[in-house]
């Protein structure tokens, strides 16, 4: 069963930039599809970017496109989001998760989730 394990999360204040990390174990993480999404409080979780498992095909919500970025490194079993230009409407806690194969972009298609990490931006 693979895990996941988010980092990268803090207080930022509206303009600036982080980039958050996703760590996965096992051995067969570059089969997967890796989605991120965020949860504000008192909201549904929403969809914000995936990648594919090979990584050239890659998806964004409206709401990021053009500011954020998700990339991965199969060598090291990582998926990161770089978020540029943030927003205070981006905060929230963000998940990464994993699905076999095709990518998606609703919550019910991965079978595997981290923990989250929280983003806070000040405006």
């Known amino acids: 069963q693979m895990q996941l394990v988010e980092s990268g999360g803090g207080l930022v204040q509206a303009g600036d930039s982080l980039r958050l990390s996703c760590a996965a174990s096992?051995?067969?993480?570059?089969?997967?599809?890796m989605g991120w999404f965020r949860q504000a409080a008192g909201k549904e979780r929403e969809f914000v970017a995936a990648?594919?498992?090979?990584?050239?095909?890659?998806v964004y919500a409206d709401s990021v496109k053009g500011r954020f970025t998700i990339s991965r490194d199969n060598a090291k079993n990582t998926v990161y989001l770089q978020m540029n230009s943030l927003k205070f409407e981006d905060t929230a806690v963000y998940y990464c998760?994993?699905?076999?194969?095709?990518?998606?972009?609703?919550?019910?298609?991965?079978?595997?989730w981290g923990q989250g990490t929280q983003v806070t931006v000040s405006a």
């Open positions: 998760a994993a699905r076999r194969m095709r990518l998606a972009t609703t919550p019910h298609e991965y079978d595997t």
């Open positions: 990648i594919g498992w090979i990584g050239g095909v890659t």
């Open positions: 096992g051995r067969t993480f570059s089969s997967y599809a």
